[in-house]
């Protein structure tokens, strides 16, 4: 178990590090993170409504904090250019989350095609109905890319990574919060960047 917490912390560290030196990247990343609460509370009342708020709010908020506010030039604080850092992201990286994106928008099209979607769900009647129901396929999408990310990773760095990721995929909203809740107010101070010093220095 050690080792466990230990590449979780460091998966968490990494992904800090390299991927958040932007205050308003940041900011997103608590709201969306408190959106994510919710969207888990929810799931034990209304899963379609959890997907919702997952999809619509969490993960446009975080991840329109990566496209467009997180420098994407080269890496003075670690040493590392852009392209580097995308080849050993360990999870989604920008050319991931496209595809994945893209697929999230496209899906609610499959109800127009088959209001059932192969007979899972009860054909909605009603445009509050393919709501829930495009809710309910976005739930199966997000269940369904966390699993194959984690399974893709057995494969590629051993089954501990994978197990790691997802366990880091599904607790950082509880460690967003703690991470980036003063964000918004150093954000509000004019402090665009999170302050840091290039590695090797004091």
């Not at 900011?27 to 959890?50: G, K, R, T």
């Not at 051993?158 to 003063?182: C, R």
């Given at each position: 178990?050690?080792a466990?917490?230990?590449?979780?912390a460091?998966?968490?560290?990494?992904?800090?590090?390299?991927?958040?030196?932007?205050?308003?990247?940041?900011?997103?990343?608590?709201?969306s993170?408190i959106?994510?609460?919710?969207?888990?509370?929810?799931?034990f009342?209304?899963?379609?409504?959890?997907?919702l708020?997952?999809?619509?709010?969490?993960?446009t908020s975080?991840?329109?904090?990566?496209?467009?506010?997180?420098?994407?030039?080269?890496?003075?604080?670690n040493?590392?250019?852009?392209?580097?850092?995308?080849?050993?992201?360990?999870?989604?990286?920008?050319?991931?989350?496209?595809?994945?994106?893209?697929?999230?928008?496209?899906?609610?099209?499959?109800?127009?095609?088959?209001?059932?979607?192969?007979g899972?769900?009860?054909?909605?009647?009603?445009?509050?109905?393919?709501?829930r129901?495009?809710?309910m396929?976005w739930?199966?999408?997000g269940?369904?890319?966390?699993?194959?990310?984690?399974?893709?990773?057995?494969?590629l760095?051993g089954?501990?990574a994978?197990?790691?990721?997802?366990?880091?995929?599904?607790t950082?909203?509880?460690?967003d919060?703690?991470?980036?809740?003063?964000?918004?107010?150093?954000?509000?101070?004019g402090?665009?960047?999170e302050?840091r010093?290039?590695?090797g220095?004091?």
């Amino acid at each position: 178990m050690n080792a466990f917490f230990q590449q979780l912390a460091i998966q968490r560290w990494d992904d800090h590090r390299y991927y958040h030196h932007s205050r308003i990247n940041q900011s997103l990343h608590f709201l969306s993170a408190i959106s994510f609460l919710v969207a888990y509370a929810f799931l034990f009342i209304d899963p379609a409504i959890a997907a919702l708020i997952g999809w619509l709010i969490s993960m446009t908020s975080r991840q329109a904090g990566h496209f467009f506010f997180e420098p994407l030039g080269y890496d003075e604080v670690n040493q590392a250019t852009n392209a580097h850092k995308e080849a050993i992201k360990v999870g989604f990286n920008l050319r991931r989350k496209i595809v994945l994106l893209s697929i999230w928008v496209a899906s609610p099209m499959l109800l127009l095609f088959d209001p059932s979607a192969l007979g899972w769900l009860v054909p909605h009647t009603s445009w509050q109905g393919f709501v829930r129901n495009t809710g309910m396929i976005w739930l199966l999408l997000g269940a369904g890319g966390l699993l194959f990310r984690t399974v893709h990773l057995f494969f590629l760095k051993g089954v501990m990574a994978g197990l790691v990721w997802m366990t880091k995929i599904l607790t950082d909203p509880f460690h967003d919060v703690y991470l980036y809740h003063k964000a918004p107010l150093a954000l509000l101070r004019g402090e665009l960047l999170e302050p840091r010093q290039p590695a090797g220095q004091a």
